[in-house]
């Protein structure tokens, strides 16, 4: 029998960074068993720049990236969610659309790389920075035992990657 693919969520305030980066990391990584997805409260409209090339440096895939609006995921035809992860603080508080089947939720904080201010250089190294912990956390995910955990066990293992540095 063929293994499931999991549908996951990756929400933040604008969808140009973070989630950006996380939805594009865990459909690398994934390797077909996770169909990953990012959405945004308030979108910013377009991905930023710093993130598109930081990806396409490393060779994981842009080009179909784009900021939309969570509400595409609340709608009747949305993809099923099985998990549904915030990674910034502002998603995490707001109150979010309701999901349609429960999906698992969980909170992974990432520093904003797109609030940096300075040089291109220090922009850079923050993108970098939330990437690399964003790569840790999803290999992570992607290691773990989902066909041996019950749902609570999954979901308190999921918020628990949340809490890595």
Do not use: Y
Not at 15 to 32: C, F, Q, V
Not at 112 to 125: I, M, N, R
């Amino acid at each position: 029998m063929a293994e499931p693919v999991f549908n996951v969520l990756f929400l933040c305030t604008g969808n140009s960074a973070r989630s950006i980066l996380a939805e594009s990391l865990l459909n690398n990584l994934g390797k077909g068993r996770f169909r990953a997805f990012s959405a945004g409260s308030h979108p910013a409209g377009q991905v930023n720049p710093f993130a598109l090339e930081l990806l396409e440096k490393n060779h994981f895939p842009a080009g179909e990236l784009r900021s939309k609006s969570w509400d595409e995921f609340a709608q009747p035809d949305a993809p099923q969610l099985d998990f549904v992860i915030t990674v910034c603080d502002n998603a995490a508080g707001e109150v979010c659309p309701v999901w349609p089947g429960q999906p698992i939720t969980a909170h992974w904080g990432i520093p904003d790389p797109a609030a940096v201010a300075g040089s291109d250089e220090a922009k850079h190294h923050a993108f970098v920075s939330a990437m690399s912990q964003l790569q840790r956390r999803i290999c992570m995910f992607v290691s773990l035992p989902f066909a041996t955990l019950d749902r609570m066990k999954l979901g308190q293992a999921v918020r628990d990657i949340g809490k890595t540095a």
